[in-house]
């Protein structure tokens, strides 16, 4: 990864006061950018403290204060990884906080923000963004471990029978919370929870032998591209899927099952995604050529 230069430090630290002096001000105007321009970063904050603008804006300012000594803000990085991991934050969902922060800056802060200030803070944003990025990368890699397979397998039997009823409650509760999913769905069958049910069943049941499984990841990948599914999405099922899973199974969906069903999801989704950026690649050579 490319290191930040010298001029970007410089100009980055030699704000860091404006910042600090603002920072709750720039925090407060970020969340309200963001969620007024991308509606759907709220429910990634849904269970945040109160105090989460003045927990960034510690953070923007300790990064600023810090920048030309990153090393102190390793284990910072690793806990923000961590908490990104659990609230489902996807690459995709970056450019959001990247749009927000730099408008926010510049409008508390005015013409102290110049061009060449503006330049420097988008590249100490991504310079960061990307360092979390692959952290987060490895971690969602690393979720399912022995132990959340085996807790997945021995759901099998209970989502036979409760299958159906888990992906139609999930469907409504998607379908509630993100209405625009509906749009994704316009030409799906009227079985599509049954459908979905045998998959999540299929799933379950060959968890410790993916490969099995090669053939139908193809077909939902290709599945995907044709309905436009984005990585932007994937939060909202598994959101929504374990949501469904405790309504239905009550106190058989405990703490350890929704967990290893989040780590089994984002195994699949991860697999899922970059597939599908393969698949939608080839489609524009293809189109290209």
């Known amino acids: 990864m490319p290191e930040l230069s010298a001029k970007t430090i410089e100009i980055v630290k030699s704000t860091a006061p404006a910042v600090k002096a603002n ?7 970020m969340y309200e950018r963001m969620f007024g321009n991308f509606p759907y970063a709220k429910p990634l904050f849904k269970n945040a403290p ?25 284990p910072v990085l690793d806990r923000i990884a961590v908490h990104h991991v659990e609230t489902s934050i ?9 749009e927000s922060l730099l408008g926010a800056i510049k409008d508390i802060l005015g013409d102290a923000i110049t061009d060449e200030v503006e330049k420097a803070w988008g590249e100490a944003y991504w310079f ?16 399912l471990t022995e132990e959340n397979k085996k807790i997945i397998k021995d759901t099998a039997p209970i989502l036979k029978q409760k299958g159906e009823a888990i992906t139609t409650r999930m469907y409504e509760i998607m379908f509630s919370n993100y209405p625009d999913a509906k749009k994704l769905f316009a030409n799906a069958p009227n079985n599509q929870n049954q459908i979905l049910a045998r998959s999540i069943i299929a799933y379950a049941e060959n968890i410790d032998n993916l490969s099995a499984l090669s053939g139908a990841v193809e077909k939902i990948a290709a599945h995907h591209i044709e309905t436009d599914v984005k990585p932007i999405h994937y939060p909202w099922v598994i959101e929504s899927l374990l949501q469904a899973m405790s309504d239905v199974l009550g106190d058989a969906a405990n703490e350890a099952v929704k967990k290893a069903w ?13 597939r599908e950026k393969e698949l939608s690649q080839e489609a524009l050579a293809q189109k290209a050529a």
């Open 23 to 29: 920072s709750d001000k720039i925090t407060s105007r």
């Open 50 to 74: 109160k105090n989460q603008p003045q927990v960034l804006a510690r953070s923007i300012v300790g990064y600023a204060e810090n920048i030309d000594k990153l090393a102190a803000l390793e």
């Open 90 to 98: 996807l690459p995709e969902h970056y450019p959001w906080v990247a």
């Open 128 to 143: 960061l963004a990307n360092a979390l990025i692959e952290r987060e990368r490895k971690l969602y890699q690393s979720l």
């Open 262 to 274: 989040f780590a089994a999801y984002w195994f699949l989704a991860d697999i899922l995604m970059k």
